[in-house]
């Protein structure tokens, strides 16, 4: 790791901005919702898909929208661990619309599951949902995805144009083997004449080799534009 | 212009299409859960087809500038298929959905008591849920059809004004504007409705609880018809508030009664949609 990561490790519930967010009616249906939950843990699935209209779907900080908080407020009250959290998560996920799926995807680290909930990661970054795949790529993926799953998903992220500096960990995540599929790239895009995308230039640089086995007119790519290095 | 094509199974649909309903002023579309052509032998096929509605069509949409939302049913015709009806019990998982703006489409195909069974529930549904129903009057038999259709509709206590019957022509259109619910209409190529019977229609019965949609999917049909229809409108001389009153305001006023229509206000540029991709359009650029 030769570049420092920007993101906070854990982007915790934003309990006191959503609190703000919120008006009156949505702060106390959400806390209902939290205390029913608590109480009678299966009437999540019915809530969990509530949430959005009751609360609203604003921008809220860099990592969560209104709904998103105010769904991770929803998960966090599960009174559930290991297994049984993973089983409702899991469910929550298969029947939700993208907008509960990022929810979900964007609360995982927050939530007691172990490796339990990679098959959720997995299957969002199967898919071609680009806000999927950014909510997938979060502190749960980096802490948990497998090496090759997670070059893959970077390798993805690339093609679809969301920015590296969304993606959570890349930098600390990054090794050898990515640099040289990133490297494989820029040679592609050079040979068919389009644009290499900037962000991919420091994770490539961070491996002074694969830029040095590269080919001459990659090489210069990756090098150029110094000054850009973040 | 603005508009709102308030039944289009846009799944069927190209990008070409997305991009000329853009350009003809189409900013919003309501995809009601339908048959596909080809029979489905399980429910599960019904919760992917729903998901798609729910998930990837509304983000296809979303990149050509167009909002998208939907309607979830066991459609008349698979309604008959015990293999089917199974999908019955799983609908309010997805009546809850945020993009659902009414239960559709039900109504009657054949008219067996399958279809009975099939259409008074699904209106009990849509009452549960406070939804609006688009219900879909048959092909054949039409006008017994819609009679027996607005009895059932009266008959399950649901307000009329929640109720949208489609596919109407001249002989259907009295009897469902006097029972108080919408009248819809499917400006089709060939079949159905065309831009000229459907300005008759207008002149004779006016614009209220009126809605005109293409009804475009697999067959002959043309996402476009929803401009046609305006563009005769205007030849004919209904004013330019008056075309509104039918392509935007009448299908809001009536799928706003799911209180689910979060409509942004008319983007001008694809992609404004929050839940849109903000730069990787991986659609347009051709996949990746
Ligand atoms: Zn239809």
Known sequence: MSVADPFPP????????????LDTAARVWLDEAAATITAEPAAIRRLFPAARRRCGRARLTEHWTVDEAARAVLLTALPRTGPALADEVT???RHGDPAEQRAVLRTLPLLDLGELALPVVRDALRGNDTTLIEAALGPYATAHLPDAEYRQAVLKCVFYEIPLDRVHGVHTRADRELARMLAAFAQERIAAGRDVPQDIRPVVRAFPDVISEAPAAVEKQLKSDLKEQI | MRIFDPHIHMTSRTTDDYEAMHAAGVRAVVEPAFWLGQPRTSPESFYDYFDALLGWEPYRAAQFGIQHYCTIALNPKEANDPRCTPVLDELDRYLAKDRVVAVG?????????????????????AVEHGLPALVHTPHRDKTAGTRRTLDVVRESGIAPELVVLDHLNELTVGMVLDSGCWAGFSVYPKTKMSEDRMIEILKEFGTARVLVNSAADWGRSDPLKTRRTADAMLAAGFDDDRVDTVMWRNPVAFYGQSGRLELDPCP?????DEDATFQGNSIRRGGA
Not at chain 2, 268 to 272: F, K, N, Q, S
């Open chain 1, 10 to 21: 854990t982007p915790a519930v934003p309990h006191t901005a959503l609190r703000a967010a």
């Open chain 1, 91 to 93: 469910l929550l996920h």
């Open chain 2, 105 to 125: 489409e039900i109504g009657y195909d054949s008219m067996t008591p399958e279809e009975d069974e099939a259409l008074a529930r699904q209106l009990q549904l």
């Open chain 2, 268 to 272: 001008d540029e694809p992609g404004r």
